[in-house]
Structure formats: C-alpha cells, structure tokens
C-alpha cells in the first residue's frame, strides 16, 4: 500500500469509527459498510466530514461505495502531498 493509500486509509477509520463501536485498527480495505451497519444516511454523513478532511469536495458515484477500499479510492485522489507531510 502507498503512502497516499496509507494515509486515506486512517482518515477512512477515523471517521468511520465515529460512526460505529469498531476500533480503528478492526476497520480494513475488505470491511464492508453493511457490516459496520452504516446506511446511506450515514455514507452521506460520512462522505462531508472526509470532505471535510481533505479540503476537497468528492465526486458523487453512481454507485455507492459497499467496502472500506472502495471508500478509500474515493478519498485518495483528493489527498495533496501536503496532507502527506502532515501525517509524518
């Protein structure tokens, strides 16, 4: 996994532990949503605070992300070396 990857990857978990009782470190790339138990309202809330998070509003898909790694690739490409230096 890159850096880039890494590090979307903790901003996923993060918010996504706000939203559930799962620890951080029990969130992986193959999690899937349904199993978090986070509804579309939530993936709604989730998707303006990792907005939030990355200073960049995200694309909306036609198909709503299932797993963490989908959540993940949705973030990544918002992510500036700059985020990248502060995680250092």
């Given at each position: 996994m890159n850096s880039k990857t890494t590090?979307?990857?903790s901003l996923v978990q993060?918010?996504?532990s706000k939203y559930t009782d799962v620890p951080q470190e029990g969130i992986q790339m193959d999690t899937a949503l349904l199993d978090?138990?986070?509804d579309s309202l939530t993936l709604a809330e989730l998707l303006f605070e990792l907005e939030d998070s990355?200073?960049?509003s995200i694309s909306e898909v036609a198909t709503p992300p299932k797993l963490v790694g989908e959540?993940?690739?949705?973030v990544e490409p918002f992510i500036g070396d700059e985020g990248l230096k502060t995680a250092a």
């Open positions: 590090y979307a990857l993060q918010a996504l978090l138990q986070i990355v200073g960049s959540l993940v690739a949705l």
